[in-house]
T-cell receptor
């Protein structure tokens, strides 16, 4: 079966712009989580959605937001981009929000210039 | 979720067993031990998890000490493709559903 699909794979944006990243979870998976990975901070949790509701949020500013659609696909948005937002953004899905293992996508590499 | 401590790096000869330790001395009774790995430029990959009994699957074995304060992930016959960063995570199945990855162990399998 198809894995977690993230689009686009690579993105270059300018400071001050906004960006939307997309994640399609494995069919039947209702929980989608987002993570940011940078060399300095490692993998950090952004937020988790389950059945279109945000269930948990990490310690990120309000410029980072997300949503989940009825088909479980999820998007995350970053407004007013800063250079420090350059990172690999990873999406993970699981069957239910308390499932054992998460399946991660390959990520979207965002570069802010 | 409890924090974990892992060595920053380890080397292992190809074909030999790789034993990756993890300390989680503040683990709670309802927290599981998970292992993920991340191969360069890919998303993390789930390997195995356990509560208090040793576990084995097609990828690895997980040995948890009786007091649950530490665990070891064993890759029985390491291959070059096992070179990756390995993360030990503890979390409960209830409550917050985020994973705290920490810094992990960079395993290098040497030919």
């Amino acid at each position: 079966k198809a894995g977690v699909t993230q689009t686009p794979r690579y993105l270059i944006k300018t400071r001050g712009q906004q960006v939307t990243l997309s994640c399609s979870p494995i069919s039947g998976h209702r929980s989608v989580s987002w993570y940011q990975q940078t060399p300095g901070q490692g993998l950090q949790f952004l937020f988790e959605y389950f059945s279109e509701t945000q269930r948990n949020k990490g310690n990120f500013p309000g410029r980072f937001s997300g949503r989940q659609f009825s088909n479980s696909r999820s998007e995350m948005n970053v407004s007013t981009l800063e250079l420090g937002d350059s990172a690999l953004y990873l999406c993970a899905s699981s069957l239910v929000s308390t499932d054992y293992g998460y399946t991660f996508g390959s990520g979207t590499r965002l570069t802010v210039v | 979720d409890a924090k974990t401590t892992q060595p920053p790096s380890m080397d292992c000869a190809e074909g030999r067993a790789a034993n990756l330790p993890c300390n989680h001395s503040t683990i709670s009774g309802n927290e599981y031990v998970y292992w993920y790995r991340q191969i360069h430029s890919q998303g993390p990959q789930y390997i195995i998890h356990g509560l208090k009994n040793n576990e084995t699957n097609e990828m690895a074995s997980l040995i948890i000490t009786e007091d649950r304060k530490s665990s070891t992930l064993i890759l029985p016959h390491a291959t070059l493709r096992d070179t990756a960063v390995y993360y030990c995570i503890v979390r409960a199945l209830t409550g917050a559903n985020n994973l705290f990855f920490g810094t992990g162990t960079r395993l290098t399998v040497i030919p």
